[in-house]
């Protein structure tokens, strides 16, 4: 199915079924059929590689944000040794404007265990872990029960359906911090410590949670995998953007009329997904600018936008990512200058206080656009903005300096005038010699 | 052998090394905060940022790649790195902050970052002086701040536990001192709390850092957010001389420094010895520094009528030789002590040798479950092992009442037997006492003559620790007959080199009238018509080693070269210490 015609592709993750949250309903559908096949099926699946290679073959990026293919990922984990070994499930989900995790959580939890299921058995796993984010208290309740359900049917515990292979998973959930969304304070914080991102390498492959190989994986990467075992890699290529393939699960939310999370394939067209299906923007106003993936992703403005599809590849050419397709529109009554405040607000107060570049730069961003949106800030304040972005960007362990970065520098860049026109006049010298004459 | 590029300049090395670690090792500079060589990495100051590249190396010959004019192809790192965590590699290229304007900028920038919400406080602040902050804002920080914004505040003057106080507008989120908590000395309680730039370190709630190590977090602190609560506000470092010497109030010999102004010890720091104690030093180890400063014993005290009065040198030594010759030999008992250095004791047992009587006698001062096996021990003593190499008699508390009981002249080398219990004063009632020593006690109360002698801040001599290094101190303060201008060993501080002569240390009542014990027996064997000359330390620690087989090999310029020479001990003694 190309993307031209995403307008008849049938949801996989979040279709239109009633009660799938339900083990009956998701069996009697055809779920984990997947799980099945590989576990049972020798002539297809000869061994835990052949499931490996076959989801490397389809490219899933991982849709977490940083778009790294998911089989890739899972054949660096090293040989079983004996040891404990874990698959560390990401549903931290705290980048402002993404919001896919929780409707997985919500309407279609045993996909998701499903694939976390064939991961563990691909990598040789005995233990899963699912990282819910603390805020999302009902999803944690519905995944536990989900997760008892499937283990009282046996599909988690003891000699999966007869196979010999045994896995446990548990569910776990987070404090309220953004960092612990990355993935290797995300370990730190399931070993019960303070969400301090780690330094790599070692990469989690080699030395992940208490010191043993981990593989962490975002809850939709794993959600695609039981389709991708079902119907082929081939199936899964086929589908959206030839270098970004599969259906993304797009977090539309801001001043359109249907807001909500939308499967579709990737690679849709910005202004389709406005228009045709989020139903256009709200009261008729005009765009003014849309950011695509999550609030770290550089904001575009609604000239740019002609022609430009969510995939990595179209988004880079006008300058943003597509991150993890949380997309936030805004109409022409937004103040940029507003926005971009309570975006590095966010980012000031989720700052972990690791790194200094990211410590203080967090703050002193905020403190500046905090000066210009109450009309006290200068022009040069602008020009010290960017250089600050410069300066933390690229500097500290994880990335959360850049996600802080990007969106300072991008939306002056690309709403220059409206900052400049927020800031004070700067009277000058002569002026001022003037006025105090008279 | 592999080879890494620092700078255009070729080096080789062996085995794995931190490019940091290495740098610095080379005797070059890259400015840093969080690293610590004893701890862990955690790379969040990124401070150390340097350019770092690779050779091209031809995958087929396993040559080095050229480009048209002849040179290395270089494959730079995308990011700047932080040399603390990277490891040095076989054609490695570093550019340091020496020979790249990037690099420069970069760490100008971060320092631009530390100081926003850093407060200006250095002339009121303790750290100020010997701040790594400070100084390398000197060398490597911007001009001038363009932060023109509120700066964060957080609590301040936080009396964390009962010797270290906290202000957290100070701190650099370095994680120094927490590191050093969960691995150095493992009791875990300090922690960093809240987030972003409001975070700071501090013990779970209603807790105290009462951790027996923790002012070591003092002197980890790479700023002033870390300050000794018995120590802060007292002196300026630049006001104080650092004179190396080893810890004498256990058996680990720990390496300190002291710190003194005026003839005062201030306060006492950790000297780095990889074989002793790296780092660290107990927290009673540095509030030892009062035991030089206070209740000292200054000139010779003589009991008349049951009441102790100041007495004269010139009395002292008569008392002594007289009261020598008039006690029968069998009847007198000299007692050596662990807490007294190598020198000393054997000073002590040279003059009995001399006076024909038998060799003095020691009680080690060991109390079991004391120790905790990294730097305290149970032995209470720096010099129990110093005492047997002597060849000093080893006596258990029983023995040496025993012994006691036996002598009508008891003399004694600073150490507080009856503080220590192992003794009572009717023990020792219907016997003439001579103490030498350093602090009043007890002990000295007891007894009829008190002669002041030199401590380990005021004398040059060895111990030998539990373990049976040999190590020295050196003089730090002076007494009322030295004058430190004329001592070549003595260090100079700061104001010694540039203050005025105001800044002299002229107040002579912090001058003990006391002097070495070596320089008070060769007196006394004077007026006895010995021959016995006994001039320094360093002289006698020569003569030591020249007759006593466990002494060979040692003298103060090798233990100064090697901090401190390894003895054999027998392993008896080891595990007794």
Not at chain 2, 36 to 63: L, W
Not at chain 2, 262 to 281: C, M, S
Request: proline share 5%.
């Amino acid at each position: 199915m190309s993307t031209a015609d995403w307008k008849n592709y049938e949801p996989v993750i979040i279709p239109d079924i009633k009660d799938l949250d339900k083990i009956d309903v998701y069996v009697k559908n055809g779920g984990y059929k997947a799980l099945e096949s590989i576990l049972k099926d020798k002539k297809k699946w000869a061994d835990p590689k052949s499931v490996i290679n076959e989801v490397k073959e389809a490219n899933i990026r991982g849709r977490g944000g940083a778009g790294f293919n998911a089989g890739l990922k899972w054949s660096f984990m090293p040989p079983a040794d004996g040891g404990p070994r874990y698959l560390a499930c990401n549903g931290d989900e705290s980048e402002p404007g993404t919001f896919k995790d929780r409707k997985i959580f919500e309407y279609n939890p045993h996909i998701f265990i499903e694939g976390a299921l064939i991961a563990a058995y691909a990598m040789e796993i005995t233990t899963i872990y699912v990282y819910i984010r603390g805020e999302y208290k009902a999803y944690i309740d519905m995944m536990e029960k989900a997760i008892a359900d499937a283990y009282e049917k046996g599909y988690i515990g003891k000699n999966i359906l007869g196979s010999g292979y045994s896995v446990n998973f548990y569910v776990t959930y987070g404090a309220g911090a953004y960092i612990c969304g990355e993935e290797t304070s995300m370990l730190e914080s399931l070993e019960g410590k303070r969400g301090y991102p780690r330094v790599k390498p070692p990469f989690p492959a080699q030395k992940g949670l208490w010191g043993r190989p981990t593989t962490i994986n975002n809850i939709e990467t794993l959600a695609h995998v039981p389709s991708v075992i079902n119907r082929g890699a081939e199936w899964f290529k086929s589908v959206g953007a030839e270098n970004h393939p599969g259906a993304f699960l797009y977090g539309i939310s801001g001043h359109v009329n249907r807001p909500g999370v939308y499967e579709l394939p990737s690679g849709v067209p910005v202004l389709e997904l406005i228009n045709d299906v989020a139903g256009g923007m709200r009261n008729g106003k005009k765009l003014k600018a849309v950011i695509p993936g999550g609030s770290s992703t550089p904001v575009l403005r609604a000239d740019q936008l002609d022609g430009i599809t969510m995939d990595s590849e179209s988004l880079r050419t006008v300058g943003s990512m597509v991150g993890t397709a949380g997309m936030v529109i805004m109409d022409e009554d937004t103040d940029m200058v507003d926005v971009l405040w309570r975006i590095a607000h966010f980012y000031h107060h989720e700052s972990c206080g690791q790194c200094t570049p990211c410590r203080e730069g967090t703050g002193w961003l905020e403190k500046i656009l905090l000066k210009i949106k109450n009309g006290e800030g200068e022009v040069k304040d602008l020009d010290l903005l960017l250089d600050l972005t410069t300066q933390m960007e690229g500097r500290t362990i994880c990335a959360l300096a850049d996600a802080a970065a990007w969106p300072v520098r991008y939306t002056i860049n690309r709403f220059r005038d409206e900052f400049e026109a927020r800031c004070k006049k700067v009277i000058k010298a002569s002026n001022k010699a003037i006025s105090h004459q008279s | 052998m592999p080879e890494v590029i620092i700078d255009g300049q070729q080096y080789e090395f062996e085995g794995q090394h931190k490019l940091l670690q290495f740098i610095q090792d080379l005797g070059k500079e890259v400015p840093f905060f969080c690293y610590h060589p004893s701890m862990s990495i955690p790379a969040n100051c990124r401070q150390c940022m340097v350019k770092v590249g690779q050779y091209v190396k031809d995958r087929e010959t396993g040559d080095y790649e050229t480009d048209e004019n002849g040179e290395n192809v270089i494959r730079w790192f995308p990011k700047l790195q932080t040399a603390c965590n990277i490891d040095v590699a076989d054609g490695m290229v570093v550019h340091t902050q020496e020979t790249d304007e990037l690099v420069r900028r970069a760490q100008k920038d971060n320092l631009e970052f530390i100081l926003i919400n850093h407060p200006l406080d250095c002339p009121i602040c303790d750290q100020a002086g010997e701040c790594p902050l400070q100084i390398q804002t000197y060398k490597y920080g911007p001009e001038g701040s363009r932060f023109e914004v509120k700066k964060v505040h957080k609590p301040k003057r936080v009396q964390l536990g009962p010797r270290v106080v906290l202000d957290a507008e100070r701190c650099i989120n370095c994680t120094r001192c927490t590191r050093f908590t969960e691995e150095i000395s493992k009791t875990h309680q300090l922690t960093i709390t809240s987030r972003g730039d409001k975070n700071y370190p501090i013990t779970a709630p209603g807790a105290e850092f009462d951790d027996p190590y923790s002012l070591n977090t003092v002197d980890l602190c790479p700023v002033g957010a870390l300050t000794s609560a018995d120590f802060r506000f007292k002196a300026r470092v630049w006001e104080m001389n650092q004179t190396p010497s080893i810890d004498i109030t256990n058996g680990k010999g720990s390496n300190i420094d002291l710190w003194t102004r005026d003839n005062i010890i201030l306060r006492i720091t950790p000297r780095f010895n990889a074989d002793v104690n790296d780092h660290w030093i107990p927290d009673e180890s540095r509030e030892a520094y009062k035991l030089f400063n206070e209740n000292r014993i200054s000139r010779p005290q003589q009991k008349l009528e049951g009441e102790q009065i100041l007495s004269s040198w010139n009395n002292a030594i008569a008392t002594l030789t007289e009261q020598i010759e008039e006690t029968d030999n069998s009847k007198i008992l000299f007692i050596g002590s662990p807490h007294a250095s190598v020198e000393e004791n054997y000073s002590l047992g040279k003059f009995t040798n001399l006076l024909g009587l038998k060799q003095p006698v020691f009680t080690p001062h060991i109390e079991e479950g004391t120790g905790d096996g990294f730097l305290i021990t149970d032995d209470q003593a720096p010099n129990t092992n110093g005492c047997r190499l002597l060849g000093f008699t080893e006596l258990d508390g029983a023995s040496l009442k025993k012994e006691v009981k036996k002598a009508e002249l008891v003399v004694l080398l600073s150490d507080h037997l009856i503080d220590r219990a192992l003794l009572s004063e009717s023990d020792l009632a219907d016997k003439f006492v001579i103490a030498f020593a350093t602090n009043h006690s007890e002990t000295t109360k007891a007894a009829d003559l008190v002669i002041p002698i030199t401590t380990a801040a005021e004398h040059a001599a060895s111990y030998v620790n539990t373990d049976g290094r040999i190590q020295r101190t050196f003089r730090a303060k002076e007494i009322r007959y030295t004058n430190r201008r004329l001592d070549l060993e003595m260090s100079e501080g700061r104001l010694d080199r540039y203050g005025t002569n105001f800044d002299n240390w002229v107040t002579e009542d912090n001058k003990i009238d006391c002097l070495p014990l070596w320089s008070f027996i060769s007196e006394a064997a004077k007026s006895s018509g010995l021959d016995l000359t006994l001039t320094e330390g360093r002289e006698i620690m020569e003569e030591i080693a020249e007759t006593l087989e466990p002494f060979k090999g040692v003298s103060y310029p090798v233990m100064d070269e090697q901090s401190g020479i390894q003895l054999s001990i027998k392993s008896k003694e080891k595990t007794k210490a």
